[in-house]
């Protein structure tokens, strides 16, 4: 009886310490520390066509997705442009303003100098309309640059409204 309670509690610490290890190694993953984050662009529309953001210490980000009309649950194109920065690599964090949708991050492909393209997906919410966030994650020697770009996708069969 006794060495069965000693197996319990043994085996319960190895399962919180590899939790524990678990957490500790994707807290960075799922929380990136931004070295730089560029203001919301409240005017973009990615409806209408590329967003451009210009960066704190030169240069711009440019974000598109195509289709323009942005479907949940079907293939969306993803595109970065980037005039005046070196970039290692590109992820595009998706994420729901007011609910959280789970992690959706995909990473996009070098292209050529300063473009970089790859393809994403958004999941249906269970509400007509959804506000999401896309942040351009820009990976550099100086560390992360963030550029936020919203917009609102609706469920199929739905129309966005103008408002």
């Not at 998706?94 to 958004?122: C, I, W, Y």
């Not at 820009?138 to 199929?156: C, E, N």
Request: with cysteine; aromatic share 6%.
């Amino acid at each position: 009886m006794k060495s069965n309670l000693i197996l319990w509690s043994v085996t319960g610490m190895l399962v919180i310490a590899i939790a524990g290890v678990a957490l500790y190694k994707s807290w960075p993953l799922l929380f990136p520390v931004v070295h730089i984050s560029v203001p919301l662009d409240s005017e973009c529309d990615l409806r209408a066509g590329p967003c451009v953001s210009p960066l704190p210490e030169g240069g711009r980000v440019s974000f598109a997705i195509e289709p323009r009309s942005i479907p949940v649950v079907k293939p969306l194109e993803l595109q970065v442009r980037l005039e005046g920065m070196a970039v290692e690599r590109v992820e595009i964090d998706f994420s729901g303003v007011d609910m959280n949708m789970g992690f959706n991050r995909p990473l996009l492909s070098k292209q050529g100098e300063g473009h970089f393209s790859g393809k994403g997906m958004l999941p249906v919410c269970v509400r007509d309309a959804m506000e999401w966030e896309a942040r351009v994650l820009l990976h550099t020697d100086q560390g992360l640059v963030s550029a936020p770009y919203r917009f609102i996708t609706v469920k199929p069969g739905m129309e966005l409204s103008a408002e």
